[in-house]
């Protein structure tokens, strides 16, 4: 593939707690050699998540992706193609995983890298972990106008197989990038979500296990928690709008609230 | 004025918190029946603040402003047709601001209520004092098509157009009292630190006294540190993003709430 989805990033108010919840309930392993004051970097094995703590002027919350293409300057010429007025911009080289940071034709942020530019959880050889991501999702206005972006510039292949379907599904082989349909009417009985990132996907062996995991970790360390969903008319109209794309089985959160769909 | 900004919203993860650190270091007060199993709604007697609990799937900042208006059907009237790409929806009846929330055409959400409408209460309805004399008086937005945005809150919300200093890139829009300014977004602003997302940015107040109101920040700030506002710059990356920030302000003095939340300091008239 000519690019992989393979970096997350998250901005927390608790950055160290919410990294041990990804540790210990998915098995996300550290990086070795850490840097604790920037951020905490989880990793899969394969998709390695930036945890960073929220600095002012910032909103908290699921923040962006990243792609690893095997070319940026092909990458950069694919993006002016398409789209003439979406620029990229170099990154601080502090970074261990961006070079560049672009964004779709809604803005939406994504950053780019190249193997050879990537820096500690993303240039060591890691053994995956059991429960692995299994995609990022963004609901935007455009979809349709993003998913051929990334099918467009980055390879991606569309996957989606139902024709009722608003959303769209990106596969690089293994990650997947879901462009949902933002649409302000599906905000009658909640606040409106603004748009950006939604939620992370992960793959496990067992559901029930997952669950069990969870009680457990909430049992041993209530600080591990995530967070009840479903209550109240609210409760049940985010979560009905969470359940509405068809790629998770079993819905949480990490302690602060960020969506995680699950799967078999 | 057919619409006036009366409402701000944050959301936080320590939303009473946030509510004591506004009362203390802003003066602002509540009306006493606010539903604090909701949120945190405090006021400078003109505005409210609405301090909302993070909730499942959203994120933690500052999140949208709120407009009073004389008629919501000439709102949609106006949307129609010549703004495609905004909207409006109805809202739930326990809030105590928004009958109808909306988006410009770039996304970016407020709520709207119409004058004298059932769904205003608390803080909305009740006056309420000022203790500290510190007052809202900006709310400001990064976005892409900030041209376009600024030309729909003044045509379908009749905000009046503000003159810009030379350089300034910047839309500000007021509704007589309070500033709605739509600043662009773009990749390339962000150069030396993180991207911001485009959407809201940052909030402005106006004091009587800046060195009065400096002196008292501190003063709170030594006196309990859970109430002290973050500090900015430091960093090389931190000292990009206070530039930023401070390149597009009207004031003398830029801080930050305990969540981080950018706000703007005017010195008003003593």
């Known amino acids: 593939m000519f690019a992989r989805l393979n970096h997350i990033a998250i901005c927390t108010d608790y950055y160290a707690i919410n990294a041990k919840f990804y540790e210990a309930l998915f098995g996300l392993k550290t990086a070795k050699k850490p840097r604790p004051a920037r951020a905490v970097v989880v990793s899969d094995g394969y998709v390695g998540m930036n945890i960073i703590p929220r600095r002012e002027g910032r909103c908290s919350g699921l923040d962006h992706f990243g792609l690893e293409v095997e070319n940026i300057e092909e990458a950069r010429s694919r993006i002016a193609t398409f789209d003439p007025t979406i620029k990229l911009l170099k990154r601080p080289p502090v970074r261990p995983f961006a070079a560049y940071s672009a964004h779709d034709p809604d803005t939406n942020i994504f950053d780019l890298s190249e193997k050879k530019m990537q820096k500690d959880i993303y240039s060591e050889d890691r053994e995956e972990t059991r429960r692995q991501f299994s995609h990022f999702a963004l609901r935007t206005r455009h979809a349709e106008r993003c998913a051929e972006f990334y099918s467009e510039v980055f390879d991606l292949h569309l996957i989606n197989n139902k024709d009722d379907d608003p959303n769209f599904y990106l596969s690089d082989g293994r990650m997947t990038l879901a462009v949902l349909q933002w649409n302000m009417d599906d905000y009658y009985g909640m606040d409106p979500q603004r748009l950006g990132p939604d939620h992370i996907g992960f793959k496990v062996e067992s559901i029930e296990s ?55 | 004025m057919f619409a006036k900004i009366n409402h701000m919203a944050i959301i936080s993860n320590q939303y009473p918190f946030l509510q004591k650190y506004y ?40 999140d949208h402003f709120g407009m009073v208006v004389d008629s919501i059907d000439i709102v949609e009237d106006r949307m129609r047709g010549a703004y495609d790409g905004a909207g409006c929806v109805k809202r739930p009846a326990i809030r105590p601001f928004a009958a109808y929330s909306g988006h410009d055409p770039d996304g970016n959400v407020f709520d709207l209520a119409e004058k004298d409408s059932k769904n205003l209460r608390d803080v909305y309805t009740e006056e309420t004092k000022n203790l500290k004399n510190c007052t809202f008086s900006r709310f400001a937005i990064r976005t892409p098509n900030a041209e376009k945005c600024a030309e729909f809150y003044s045509e379908v919300f009749e905000l009046r157009l503000a003159n810009r200093g030379e350089g300034d890139s910047n839309y500000h829009l007021t509704d007589g009292k309070m500033t709605l300014s739509i600043m662009p977004w773009s990749v390339d602003i962000f150069a030396g630190m993180s991207i911001k997302r485009p959407g809201p940015d940052h909030i402005g107040f106006t004091v009587n006294n800046l060195d009065a109101f400096r002196a008292e920040e501190k003063r709170i700030g030594e006196k309990n540190t859970f109430l002290a506002s973050r ?29 981080g939340n950018w706000i703007d300091i005017v010195q008003g008239q003593d």
């Open chain 2, 231 to 259: 500090r900015l710059g430091g960093s090389e990356e931190s000292e990009v993003r206070r530039t930023l920030f401070a390149r597009n302000a009207f004031g003398s003095y830029q801080t930050a709430d305990p969540d």
């Open chain 2, 23 to 62: 009362q203390a270091v802003f003066g602002l007060t509540t009306s006493g029946k606010n539903d604090f199993e909701s949120a945190s709604v405090v006021s400078d007697g003109n505005l409210g603040l609405n301090i909302i609990p993070r909730r499942d799937g959203y994120v933690g900042g500052l």
């Open chain 1, 210 to 264: 997952l669950k069990d995991d969870l009680e457990d970790l909430t049992g041993q360390n209530p600080l591990m928690r995530s967070r009840p969903l479903g209550y109240g008319d609210e409760g049940k109209a985010r979560l009905g709008l969470f359940q509405s794309v068809p790629l998770n089985t079993y819905h949480l959160t990490d302690i602060e609230g960020v969506y995680i769909g699950a799967s078999e």
